[in-house]
């Protein structure tokens, strides 16, 4: 069983910057491929960006080149650095955790508006 926790969301304006993060309960941490969804109003969930176990990022086309994925194995982290933000970044973002099962966290909100 593997839990986690988002923080890091809120309110920033077109242009800016946040960085979501997720902690993860677990000793095998580092098996695991870790990533984040994110689910605007009225839209199906969508996959932003995974690290695999051996740390090879993967994002999503819409994110490529503005948002950066990472992991720290010791402190059973991840991270998501987003950069130039856009309106339609507008969503609750999901940290995952998968292994033979997929783990998922409560969800972080995340509003680029000015």
């Known amino acids: 069983q593997v839990q986690l926790v988002e923080s890091g969301g809120g309110l920033v304006q077109p242009g800016g910057s946040l960085r979501l993060s997720c902690a993860a309960s677990?000793?095998?941490?580092?098996?695991?491929?870790m990533g984040w969804y994110r689910q605007a109003p009225g839209t199906q969930c969508e996959l932003v960006a995974y690290?695999?176990?051996?740390?090879?990022?993967n994002y999503a086309d819409s994110v490529k080149g503005r948002f950066t994925v990472s992991r720290d194995n010791v402190k059973n982290m991840v991270y998501l650095q987003m950069s130039s933000l856009k309106p339609e970044d507008t969503a609750v973002y999901y940290c995952?955790?998968?292994?033979?099962?997929?783990?998922w966290g409560q969800g972080t909100q995340v509003t680029v508006s000015s």
């Open positions: 995952y955790a998968r292994y033979y099962n997929t783990f």
């Open positions: 690290i695999t176990s051996g740390g090879r990022p």
């Open positions: 677990g000793n095998i941490f580092s098996a695991y491929t």
